[in-house]
C-alpha cells in the first residue's frame, strides 16, 4: 500500500453489497484514501446471519471482482474472539501502520450516538472521524465541533442494504459473491434449497440466472431482472410436496378441470412463494402459476419465466439456439420454445391439458388446433 492515509471502514458486512463496494471506491478514488474494509465479530448482542469466516468469503469474492487496489480488507476485529472495542482496533492498526493518518468512517446513526463511545475524545485525537449522512439524521453541530466530526458530501449509497441482499429484495451484489451465496446456501438460499433436492436446487438457480440474463438482455430494467430471478428460483418450490400438503395448498386455487397431477405444482409453488417467502409481486405468482403449461394471456415475466424453465441448459439436451432466441428478442423466442413444446407433446403423446391447449391456440393461431 502507498502512504495515503487509511480510511476504517467497519461494518457486519453480512453480506457485503453493492452500496458498500461504491463507498469504499469513493473514498479510495475520489477523496485520495487507502480504505481498510474491518468486517466485525459475531458479538452475543448481535448476532450476524452468516458466520465470520462465511462474511470473510464473500467479502474477498466482492472485493477481488472489483479489482481496486485502493481497498483491502482487514479482519482483526473478526478474529478477535469476543467483542471489540474501536479503540483497540485503532490502537493495534496504529502500531501496524505507524506515522499514516487514520481516518473513521460512521454512518450517521452512529455519529448521532458516538459522544456515548467509549473513549470517544481519545478516539477523536487518533483518527479524523468522518461520517455519511441519511436524510433524517441530524448530528448536532456541538457533537461535530468537539469531535472534529466531518460530514461526508457522498450521494450514492443507494437502496441497497445487507437486509435486502439477505431476503433476496436486491441482486445489486458481484455475481461471485451471489453465486457464493447460492453454492454456500446462506440467507433465504438456504430455506429454497431446504424444500428440495439437490438437482432440483441446481435446476432452480439455473432458470433464475437465465431468466435475468433474459430480461437483461432485452433491456427490460434492473426491477425485471430481479422479479425474473425471483421467479426462476421459487418457481419448483411445489415439487417435492407430500400429498397432504400438497392438498391443502391447492384449498381456493382456481384449476381449471383436466388438469394433470404434474402441472398442480405451479399453483403450489405460487402459494409457497408467497407464504413461506413473502413474495408479494403479482407478475412473479402469475409468472409461477402459467410456468408449466403457460396460458392464453402470459406477461413478459411468464413468458421468460416459462421459456428459461423449459430450455435451462441443464436439462440435457442442446437448448442454445432457443437461448439465443431468448436473448435476442424474448417475444419471439418464446413462440420458437412455445412451438417446440408443442410438438414434443404431440410426439411424446405427452398428456394433453387444457391451459397449454389454449396457449398453443392463443400464441400459435391456426396450427395449434
Ligand atoms: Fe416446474
Ligand atoms: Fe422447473
Known amino acids: 500500500m502507498s502512504e495515503r492515509p487509511l480510511l476504517l471502514f467497519g461494518g457486519s458486512f453480512d453480506p457485503v453489497h453493492g452500496g458498500h463496494l461504491r463507498m469504499a471506491s469513493y473514498f479510495s478514488r475520489r477523496m485520495g484514501y487507502d480504505v481498510l474494509l474491518l468486517p466485525a465479530?459475531?458479538?452475543?448482542?448481535?448476532?450476524?446471519?452468516?458466520?465470520?469466516?462465511?462474511?470473510?468469503?464473500?467479502?474477498?469474492?466482492?472485493?477481488?471482482?472489483?479489482?481496486?487496489?485502493?481497498?483491502?480488507?482487514d479482519s482483526r476485529e473478526l478474529l478477535r474472539p469476543g467483542e471489540s472495542r474501536t479503540i483497540d482496533t485503532v490502537l493495534s492498526i496504529q502500531k501496524d501502520y505507524p506515522g499514516r493518518p487514520l481516518a473513521l468512517l460512521l454512518g450517521a446513526d452512529q455519529a448521532l450516538r458516538f459522544p456515548e463511545w467509549r473513549e470517544a475524545e481519545r478516539l477523536s485525537r487518533l483518527t479524523k472521524i468522518l461520517y455519511v449522512p441519511r436524510e433524517g439524521v441530524e448530528v448536532g453541530e456541538e457533537t461535530k465541533e468537539r469531535f472534529h466530526m466531518e460530514e461526508v458530501p457522498y450521494k450514492g449509497a443507494g437502496m441497497t442494504s445487507s437486509t435486502l441482499v439477505r431476503e433476496i429484495g436486491t441482486l445489486d451484489l458481484p455475481e461471485p459473491e451471489l453465486v457464493a451465496i447460492e453454492g454456500h446456501r446462506l440467507y433465504r438460499w438456504g430455506e429454497v434449497?431446504?424444500?428440495?433436492?439437490?438437482?432440483?436446487?441446481?435446476?432452480?438457480?439455473?432458470?433464475?440466472?437465465?431468466?435475468?440474463?433474459?430480461?437483461?438482455?432485452?433491456?427490460?430494467?434492473?426491477?425485471?431482472?430481479?422479479?425474473?430471478?425471483?421467479?426462476?428460483?421459487?418457481?419448483?418450490?411445489?415439487?417435492?410436496?407430500?400429498?397432504?400438503?400438497?392438498?391443502?395448498?391447492?384449498?381456493?386455487?382456481?384449476?381449471?378441470?383436466?388438469?394433470?397431477?404434474?402441472?398442480?405444482?405451479?399453483?403450489?409453488?405460487?402459494?409457497?412463494?408467497?407464504?413461506?417467502?413473502?413474495?408479494?409481486?403479482?407478475e412473479v405468482l402469475d409468472a409461477i402459476r402459467v410456468h408449466c403449461t403457460g396460458d392464453p394471456g402470459m406477461s413478459p415475466l411468464a413468458k421468460i419465466l416459462y421459456a428459461a424453465d423449459k430450455i435451462d441448459p441443464g436439462r440435457g439436451w442442446d437448448s442454445h439456439a432457443y437461448v439465443r432466441?431468448?436473448?435476442?428478442?424474448?417475444?419471439?423466442?418464446?413462440?420458437?420454445?412455445?412451438?417446440?413444446?408443442?410438438?414434443?407433446?404431440?410426439?411424446?403423446?405427452?398428456?394433453?391439458?387444457?391451459?397449454?391447449?389454449?396457449?398453443?391456440?392463443?400464441?400459435?393461431?391456426?396450427?395449434?388446433?
Open 41 to 73: 465479530g459475531s458479538p452475543r448482542w448481535k448476532k450476524t446471519e452468516a458466520e465470520g469466516r462465511m462474511r470473510l468469503l464473500l467479502l474477498e469474492l466482492a472485493l477481488s471482482s472489483l479489482g481496486e487496489e485502493g481497498i483491502q480488507i
Open 325 to 369: 432466441a431468448m436473448m435476442k428478442d424474448y417475444e419471439r423466442g418464446f413462440l420458437e420454445v412455445l412451438r417446440a413444446n408443442r410438438e414434443y407433446l404431440e410426439g411424446h403423446g405427452g398428456e394433453r391439458n387444457p391451459m397449454s391447449e389454449s396457449a398453443f391456440r392463443a400464441y400459435l393461431g391456426k396450427e395449434g388446433e
Open 193 to 282: 434449497a431446504g424444500m428440495m433436492g439437490e438437482r432440483r436446487y441446481e435446476h432452480s438457480l439455473s432458470v433464475a440466472h437465465l431468466s435475468r440474463q433474459i430480461a437483461s438482455y432485452n433491456r427490460l430494467g434492473e426491477r425485471m431482472e430481479l422479479l425474473a430471478y425471483r421467479a426462476g428460483l421459487f418457481h419448483d418450490l411445489g415439487k417435492d410436496l407430500g400429498e397432504e400438503e400438497e392438498r391443502a395448498l391447492l384449498l381456493g386455487e382456481n384449476i381449471p378441470a383436466g388438469m394433470p397431477h404434474y402441472a398442480l405444482h405451479q399453483w403450489t409453488g405460487a402459494r409457497l412463494a408467497r407464504e413461506r417467502f413473502g413474495e408479494e409481486e403479482e
